[in-house]
């Protein structure tokens, strides 16, 4: 009877198995089917993807959206409460500090990056950033809950202004390094394109729900905001990890030119060896350019911008309007993605992509230097930075492929920190003159004079990046082309 019993037990046991196993391998294959539809919807923008490098990127995207989301949010809230405790008038002054200020960072990062491997790195940062900004949530609800304009506040205005500064320079110029570590030139071409696409849905979702929400729910502190921020630049490392540990090595496979050895073997370590492959070599100059001049162009749309969204609104009223202008951003740049614009690398090249850039931004000037308003301007903003991040960057990205580790890692540091610190110091003390014109030649004569001027310096500076897209573009289908390292 006992023997009789345990049988059935058995017998049922085995059936459950058995079904809890069949459930599984049904939801296993729904999954893979929703796998291979989504695969093949991305196949007519982006490429045919192996199945396991469709994972990848997909993969590589999360952790991507979860930096953007972040950064897009934090950069408005950068502004906003930078005019509120300090001026607006004083923005250009803090993008010029923002160069000072991220030295001592970059050096520390750059030792960082000699001691410890890039996934520990990806840990490192996100937990600075993550417990950081936890901590500033509380400093600056304090201080915009006082009304305060002491030294102290202003202080801190600035601290936080650079504090966010440094973040974009760092933690997407970190990723960025270690996706192009990992991918090789085939795979990056439909694979990046893919990565920011979903970025965009972390700088399209995060800016509006948590940037705008404490204007909603008449808040008059960004406490919430800043905390789920910190939250949230935390959940990065669990990402991380997640994707190193279930993705087939295989995958993680990186570019080796026929000549990456004997570079290694040349370069001295330090924190100087960045800035000496910089200007040792063309081809970086040539990225330093293109990242240069773009970001002199913009930082002058971007100042004019500020200070007229700041005319109409104030407090978490400007952090809800920047932050729809951050997500804006992001959804015409996933529409540019959605709707091909990825194809112009993809079937035009690198080169291609890169010298559209200064024709874009060209016409962009023209307008600025014609028209004259909050909505224009906001327009003007939003299609600048949509077009740079879903044309522009990825192909930018692609030029450290066929690259040393050191390149990738260290030069591309220098040229994402102070190329863009100070490309944007250099805009900003441009727009440092628009005061000293005002009160010379008055209000409108000094807008005007300060838009001539604009145009005098801006137009010139595009002819030359056009001429150094072109160079990049040569370059790199000559490197990939030949299996060999440029630097």
Same mark, same amino acid.
Request: charged share 15%.
């Given at each position: ?8 037990? *058995? ?37 045919? *993807? ?57 050096? *520390? ?207 978490? /009223? ?44 060209? *016409? ?80 409108? /004569? ?42």
């Amino acid at each position: 009877m006992c023997g009789e019993n345990a049988k059935k037990f *058995f017998d049922a046991f085995e059936i459950s198995a058995n079904n809890k196993v069949m459930a599984m391998m049904q939801s296993m294959s729904k999954n893979s089917q929703t796998l291979r539809f989504f695969q093949w919807v991305c196949k007519f923008n982006f490429g045919d *993807f192996e199945q396991e490098e469709f994972k990848k990127f997909l993969r590589m995207g999360v952790i991507f959206a979860l930096i953007i989301g972040v950064y897009w949010t934090l950069r408005p809230l950068k502004d906003a409460v930078f005019i509120q405790l300090v001026s607006n008038l004083q923005l250009p002054y803090a993008k010029t500090a923002s160069v000072i200020a991220l030295l001592p960072l970059v050096m *520390f990062y750059t030792k960082l990056l000699e001691k410890t491997s890039r996934e520990k790195m990806l840990v490192i940062l996100p937990t600075f950033y993550g417990l950081s900004i936890l901590c500033f949530s509380f400093l600056i609800m304090g201080a915009q809950a006082s009304g305060s304009t002491s030294y102290a506040v202003r202080a801190l205005g600035y601290v936080w202004y650079l504090f966010v500064e440094s973040f974009g320079s760092l933690v997407v110029a970190l990723f960025w390094a270690f996706a192009a570590d990992t991918t090789e030139p085939t795979q990056a071409k439909r694979g990046f394109p893919l990565v920011v696409a979903i970025g965009q849905f972390g700088g399209i979702v995060l800016p509006y729900t948590i940037g705008g929400m404490p204007h909603r729910l008449h808040l008059s502190t960004d406490l919430f905001s800043i905390i789920s921020l910190g939250l949230l630049t935390l959940l990065i490392i669990v990402q991380v990890r997640r994707f190193l540990s279930i993705t087939p090595k295989e995958q993680l496979a990186s570019f080796h030119g026929t000549n990456e050895a004997s570079l290694k073997k040349e370069q001295d370590p330090g924190f100087l060896e960045g800035f000496k492959l910089l200007i040792k070599n063309r081809y970086l100059l040539g990225i330093f350019a293109a990242n240069f001049i773009y970001e002199v162009v913009v930082t002058i749309f971007d100042f004019n911008f500020k200070l007229s969204a700041s005319a109409q609104y104030s407090g978490v /009223a400007l952090s809800s309007y920047l932050s729809l202008y951050g997500s804006s951003v992001n959804i015409v740049s996933l529409l540019c993605l959605l709707f091909g614009i990825s194809n112009i690398t993809r079937f035009l090249g690198v080169g291609t992509a890169l010298a559209a850039m200064p024709i874009i931004v060209g *016409f962009a000037l023209f307008g600025f230097l014609s028209l004259d308003s909050l909505t224009f301007l906001f327009g003007l903003m939003v299609g600048s930075k949509a077009i740079n991040y879903a044309l522009n960057g990825p192909a930018l990205k692609q030029l450290y492929i066929p690259t040393t580790p050191d390149a990738k890692f260290k030069a591309q540091a220098w040229i994402e920190t102070f190329g863009s610190r100070s490309s944007k110091q250099a805009g900003s003390m441009f727009n440092m003159t628009l005061s000293p014109l005002q009160s010379t030649f008055g209000a409108l /004569a000094g807008k005007s004079h300060y838009l001539m001027l604009s145009g005098i310096l801006c137009f010139p500076l595009l002819a030359f990046w056009l001429l150094v897209a072109i160079f990049l573009g040569r370059a790199f289908k000559k490197a990939v082309r030949n299996n060999e390292v440029i630097c």
